[in-house]
């Protein structure tokens, strides 16, 4: 077994999520007094599901959509079945020929093979004898898991009915954040939860992405073995739902697993002193789950052909471009993802920095191949004009063999080539674009400003947004690929996941076991690259990456304004949405028509918008001193162009910009006013919401859904707005330590670097690994806001070479090899809880 050494040490928790003195609170209620929904001891599962009904919009809709998930795969095994044992394809393809008594044609029943001869194959085949056995059993285990979620998902329909009072026909007219602020209301009448008075929106989120945060923090990590550098294709990422099923088998609810049920991790694996006896046991375990789906492959590879083979044919056929189109990965949609927030928050928020993303790889075009795929075009496009005009002459051209497969794959041919064709009235601003696409996914490494042109961005970029095609080919390969990453190269991290698991969990009253990274607590996993310098305690191994912490409690406050963080995180709330308005009204003004866009912005607006924010970063155009902004520009100077820019962006695609005429006719009357005395920075973020009652009661529901939108819109665009922020001020942060490093680099080594050889050493995210030669190592590790990835691969820099680095901690840092540093020897087991907050090195 492969050496283990880990830097992670235990992290307390940071807070309680319970108001002061509730802490070990046990809610009694007189037995008369108790409700149906008093007391419901698997909440995870109970929100999970209270969550999906939602989502499919109503009981009636969830029913349709699983007994046509048990129609499905009888329909696929027995169809499968049928075309190889049961079809003559000698007179399907004319071969043989058929004697009619009555007509000489031969119709389609001809071809098939009376009942007693496919019963009689069928029996002599024992691999479709196999596979019958399998599909019948995994048919049978469906259709009892169906029963059962019948009987579950009908208790839920009595809770949306009788607690929530929602009627499941209106059901989708209301938002999730309706849906959870009446649930948190009714928890002082029904007790849900016995271990807390009231519930908060955090609670509820963390019931319901308890595993997917756990995944979350292991991809920003970069604990999950999902990159690799492969001989021809160089650095690649794979991550399908079959090696995601197999992680969250291992991880959360498998046998064996490492949580004894939905909310509490297993005792032994909080304790350090037997970590090692732990490790083996989880690289025992992951090898017999590798060689289970080792042995399964060949019935999964069978199961995932058919599936992709009738799901995609038809669209195929009818849209042939539909495999050149692109969508996010399962990996992107991981990375990009913030703590806590669910999947129809993730998709909203990726769906509107989708047509940008398009565009952005649209881009990129080779002129050879362009060249060549418009002469081809031009060839297949004259046969097909002549095959078509003979059709429309005679249709009995059709007939002639391969006449119409022809047209079909000239067809094709053409679809396929106008793809490599770019558009003509095109424009290549690929800078433009990231920097809108950032305004919508809020998360970028750090090297892809300022290279948004050079195509080693574009294929990294590819590995969060890619074909259709690729899709499909990994999923494919799924089956034969996946065993082996769960032995060779999961196995090998198995010291690292157990150390993650009890260093990064931490249990929350009322909530249970959660991860701490979920708990999105600045003083715990701030970074101070971004904006939380002096207010974490975070070593550079308990820091998430690339701003993930202090981006996940932004989008979490703004997307549920009544939510109360700790005081740590108000304070860094409000210091954000502070600044920003500070910054954003001294980017706005100085013109006439700036002044009177921003009067004319205001008065659309209530006093519960956020007008302050919204108005004045939505009212201005872009400044044109960007394009003439040299490196002795100001900090505040070059943030206000930043934000102006931002603005420009975020006016370009927000639908605000063409609904605004429908928000003038009701904002005033309808959505609620805020308490002033909150403070600036609560003001701003209560603002971004409403209560859900109020939302609701307007005079028709369409009234109420259309204010929910233009509500979530507004918030939406705030978060975009400081996510650009944020990303701007790390940016210049980076450039200031950058400039100071590269001035004391030439005054005491005497050398003649330009700037443009210092600009090289931009500060690279720890999932988009650079390279750096052995010069540069030593001054990229001297900057706090430097990373280089701690994996298995690395990318491409500049001009550079593709290096391979040496092995560093987990979390993409590496500490600078000439120092010798002295630990100190790990505690034992029943000194774990006075650890140090130092880093020790664990042999």
């Known amino acids: 077994m492969a050496h283990f050494d880990t830097e992670y040490q235990r992290l307390e928790a940071s807070y309680s999520d319970s108001p002061p003195g509730e802490e070990n609170l046990l809610v009694h209620v007189p037995e008369g007094a108790k409700s149906q929904w008093h007391h419901i001891e698997n909440l995870d599962l109970f929100f999970q599901r209270v969550y999906n009904l939602h989502q499919k919009n109503g009981f009636t809709c969830m029913l349709l959509g699983e007994i046509f998930e048990l129609v499905q795969l009888v329909f696929v095994v027995t169809f499968t079945v049928f075309l190889a044992n049961c079809v003559d394809y000698d007179i399907l393809f004319a071969n043989k020929f058929v004697n009619h008594t009555d007509s000489s044609k031969v119709t389609l029943p001809d071809a098939f093979l009376p009942v007693d ?346 590995q969060l947004f890619q074909y259709k095609a690729v899709f499909i080919l990994e999923e494919l390969l799924s089956p034969l690929i996946t065993p082996f990453i769960l032995i060779f190269c999961l196995r090998r991290k198995s010291l690292e996941i157990i150390d993650f698991f009890r260093n990064f969990t931490v249990e929350v009253v009322g909530v249970g076991d959660t991860c701490s990274f979920a708990q999105m607590d600045v003083r715990q996993h701030g970074h101070p690259a971004w904006m939380s310098a002096g207010k974490t305690e975070a070593s550079i191994y308990q820091q998430a990456e690339d701003g993930k912490t202090e981006l996940s409690l932004m989008h979490f406050a703004i997307t549920n304004p009544q939510w109360q963080p700790p005081r740590e995180s108000t304070h860094f709330i409000s210091q954000l949405k502070e600044k920003v308005h500070r910054e954003a009204t001294a980017g706005q003004q100085g013109t006439v028509s700036e002044a009177h866009a921003l009067a004319s912005t205001h008065s659309l607006q209530s006093e519960s918008e956020p007008r302050s924010l919204i108005a004045n970063l939505l009212a201005g155009p872009p400044s044109l001193a960007s394009l003439h902004l040299g490196r002795e520009a100001s900090l505040i100077n070059h943030l206000s162009i930043g934000m102006s820019e931002g603005a420009s962006v975020l006016r370009s695609l927000s639908p605000l910009s063409t609904s605004v005429h429908l928000r003038h006719s009701y904002t005033t009357t309808r959505l609620p006013r805020t308490d002033h005395a909150a403070g600036p920075g609560a003001h701003a973020m209560a603002g971004s919401g409403t209560d859900a009652h109020t939302v609701s009661s307007g005079s028709s529901a369409w009234e109420g859904q259309l204010t929910s939108m233009v509500l979530s819109e507004y918030a939406s665009t705030e978060m975009s707005i400081h996510a650009l922020y944020m990303h701007e001020l790390h940016k210049q942060q980076s450039h200031g330590e950058l400039s100071r490093h590269t001035w004391h680099r030439q005054e005491s080594d005497e050398s003649d670097h330009d700037d443009a050889e210092a600009a090289r050493h931009l500060p690279r995210s720890s999932t988009f690994p650079c390279t750096a030669t052995p010069n540069q190592e030593g001054a990229a590790l001297q900057s706090s806001s430097q990373r280089r990835y701690g994996g298995t691969t690395d990318t491409l820099c500049g001009s550079h070479q593709l290096q391979r680095t040496p092995r560093v901690p987990m979390g993409g840092w590496s500490e600078a090899p000439p120092v010798s540093r002295h630990h100190d020897p790990v505690p034992e087991e029943e000194l774990e809880d006075k650890l140090p907050p130092q880093i020790h090195k664990v042999t």
């Not at 929602?166 to 009714?186: G, H, K, Y």
């Open 117 to 462: 001869v496919c019963s009689a194959r069928i029996r002599d085949n024992v691999l479709v004898i196999f596979i019958l056995i399998i599909s019948g059993v995994f048919w049978l285990h469906r259709l009892v898991k169906f029963f059962y979620n019948v009987c579950c998902y009908w208790e839920i329909r009595s809770f949306y009915t009788n607690a929530l009072k929602m009627c499941m026909a209106d059901l989708p007219n209301f938002t999730w954040q309706e849906v959870q602020s009446r649930i948190i209301e009714i928890q002082k009448e029904h007790q849900i939860c016995i271990h807390k008075k009231e519930l908060t929106e955090l609670d509820i989120y963390h019931r319901i992405l308890r595993f997917k945060n756990y995944m979350v923090a292991m991809v920003n990590k970069s604990l999950l073995p999902v990159r690799f550098r492969l001989p021809l294709l160089g650095d690649s990422v794979f991550y399908t739902r079959g090696l995601k099923y197999n992680f969250e088998l291992i991880f959360f609810w498998g046998p064996g697993s490492l949580f004894e049920n939905e909310w509490s991790l297993k005792a032994e694996y909080k304790r350090g002193g037997n970590r090692l006896d732990l490790a083996e046991r989880l690289s025992s375990r992951i090898l017999w789950i590798g060689v289970a789906n080792l042995l399964l492959c060949p019935v999964v590879l069978v199961w995932q052909t058919l599936h992709a083979f009738f799901s995609y044919t038809e669209v195929i056929k009818r849209e042939p471009g539909s495999l050149g189109a692109r969508g996010w990965s399962l990996y992107g949609r991981c990375y990009l993802r913030h703590f806590n927030e669910l999947d129809h928050e993730l998709a909203s928020r990726l769906n509107k920095g989708y047509k940008a993303s398009s565009k952005y790889m649209n881009c990129f075009v080779s002129p050879l191949l362009a060249v060549v795929a418009k002469n081809v075009a031009f060839f297949a496009g004259s046969i097909l004009a002549v095959l078509i005009a003979l059709t429309i002459y005679d249709e009995d051209v059709l007939a002639v063999e391969h006449v119409l497969s022809s047209i079909t794959l000239l067809g094709v041919c053409i679809t396929v080539c106008r793809s490599f064709i770019p558009d003509k009235h095109m424009v290549f601003c690929p800078e433009q674009l990231l920097k809108v696409i950032l305004a919508h996914i809020h998360y970028m490494p750090d090297h892809w400003q300022g290279n948004a042109h050079r195509y080693e961005t574009r294929d990294e970029f590819a």
